[in-house]
Nanobody, 130 residues
Framework: QGQLVDSGGGSVQSGGSLRLSCAASGYTANSYCMGWFRQAPGKEREGVAVIDSDGGSSYADHVKGRFTISQDNAKNTLYLQMNNLKPEDTAMYYC????????????????????????WGNGTLVTISS
């Protein structure tokens, strides 16, 4: 059974940086779409950044130029480097993974339907103060 474990959240002031990690285990995926999603209080969960097994990445407009998604395949870990953080970035951040991407015929984008994700991390809280 696959598992994702999120970590790296915390409380920082506006303009600060954090790096989130998502450690994957328990599955093998030759083709995947993985990404970071976030849910702020009172709001629906939204896509932030995604990356596919070919290394292509895509970002939501409101994080472009500030966030960078990356992966270390040797460590089976997904990262999200977040710079110039703003109070509106405050949310619980989750990583998600579709581990059968090539068979599902959709584009790996932040707008991807979250129902396509096979696995979810436990979430890590990011709080940005002004």
């Amino acid at each position: 059974q696959g598992q994702l474990v999120d970590s790296g959240g915390g409380s920082v002031q506006s303009g600060g940086s954090l790096r989130l990690s998502c450690a994957a285990s328990g599955y093998t995926a030759n083709s995947y779409c993985m990404g970071w999603f976030r849910q702020a209080p009172g709001k629906e969960r939204e896509g932030v950044a995604v990356i596919d097994s070919d290394g292509g990445s895509s970002y939501a407009d409101h994080v472009k130029g500030r966030f960078t998604i990356s992966q270390d395949n040797a460590k089976n870990t997904l990262y999200l480097q977040m710079n110039n953080l703003k109070p509106e970035d405050t949310a619980m951040y989750y990583c998600g993974a579709d581990v059968d991407y090539s068979k599902r015929h959709y584009l790996c984008r932040p707008s991807v339907s979250q129902e396509r994700m096979d696995y979810w991390g436990n979430g890590t809280l990011v709080t940005i103060s002004s």
